[in-house]
Nanobody, 124 residues
């Protein structure tokens, strides 16, 4: 069992950076894959990035964030991160952290555990 809590969202100007955190409680952090998804008003939830559970953590990114966002994990702190650079208005939305013991990928429905989300607004 995992309980996920996101933090770090806020309102920022275009071109700036934010780092989102996903704190996990439970005994299975280091056996879990993690993903970040986002949802803008009126749109479906979309994949942002994911990181596998293995040491070193292989990663996947949506094309729209590749080169700007970095997903990482700190097993000692039971926390996953999403570093977001050069934010643009189209990056606005509620960002969700997700975890699963078996799935590492792009499909939201395959993740078992979800946080409550944190709002990111990019506006001048």
């Amino acid at each position: 069992q995992l309980h996920l809590v996101e933090s770090g969202g806020g309102r920022v100007q275009p071109g700036t950076s934010l780092t989102l955190s996903c704190a996990a409680s439970g005994s299975d952090f280091f056996t879990s894959h993690f993903g970040w998804f986002r949802q803008a008003p009126g749109k479906e939830r979309e994949f942002v990035a994911s990181i596998s559970r293995r040491s070193g953590g292989s990663t996947l990114y949506a094309d729209s964030v590749k080169g700007r966002f970095t997903i990482s994990r700190d097993n000692a702190k039971n926390t996953a991160y999403l570093q977001m650079n050069n934010l643009q208005p189209e990056d606005s939305g509620v960002y969700y952290c997700a975890a699963d013991h078996f799935v590492y990928g792009l499909v939201a429905d395959q993740y078992e555990y979800w946080g409550q989300g944190t709002q990111v607004t990019v506006s001048s």
